[in-house]
């Protein structure tokens, strides 16, 4: 969010609120479904698939899941001072997996439409433990994050962050 005049350095370090991750965890735990909580997500460009070699150096780097989306969200929700966690419900291997079948886009779309019904379960289940006020720092992400000073923020930008910025820029 922050660019044409503000600019802002949020905290990144750990990109999901742990709260919301916990919540989600239980909540999976509660329908009966396997959860591993924690882990190393990587963010490749898509919608190619992975080679081989990538897909074996991503493993000896300690990578548990690749996907094509969740670092963006992930980085614009602590922007907007959003609780963000990760639901990841696996679809294949990738290719490092030699006793598994290559990865073809018709077995990810009959596992993804699979997962769509368990994932809509975790999330009303979830949706009651996330309910709790929040004691985690994401409401608070902005808090000292603006580099801009007030007076120096176009208006216009100020304009356009309204909803995310408050007073912070008066």
């Given at each position: 969010f922050f660019e044409q005049g503000i600019v802002a350095h949020v905290a990144f370090g750990d990109p999901t609120c742990s709260s919301l991750r916990q919540?989600?965890?239980?909540?999976?735990?509660?329908?009966?479904?396997?959860?591993?909580?924690?882990?190393?997500?990587?963010?490749?460009?898509?919608?190619?698939?992975?080679?081989?070699?990538?897909?074996?150096?991503?493993?000896?780097w300690g990578v548990d899941v690749i996907g094509m989306t969740n670092l963006p969200e992930a980085k614009l929700a602590r922007e907007a001072e959003l609780c963000y966690a990760t639901m990841a419900l696996v679809t294949d291997y990738d290719c490092w997996h030699e006793s598994e079948a290559a990865v073809t886009v018709e077995?990810?779309?009959?596992?993804?439409?699979?997962?769509?019904?368990?994932?809509?379960?975790?999330i009303r289940a979830a949706v009651s433990v996330a309910k709790q006020p929040r004691t985690c720092?994401?409401?608070?992400?902005?808090?000292?994050?603006?580099?801009?000073?007030?007076d120096k923020a176009p208006s216009r930008t100020k304009k356009r962050l309204a909803l995310l910025l408050g007073r912070r820029l008066e």
């Open positions: 919540a989600l965890q239980e909540a999976g735990q509660a329908v009966g479904t396997a959860v591993r909580s924690g882990g190393t997500y990587l963010c490749i460009e898509g919608p190619q698939f992975s080679t081989k070699g990538e897909s074996r150096l991503y493993r000896q077995a990810i779309l009959m596992t993804l439409h699979k997962n769509v019904a368990l994932a809509k379960r975790i720092a994401c409401g608070q992400a902005l808090q000292n994050a603006i580099v801009t000073a007030p």
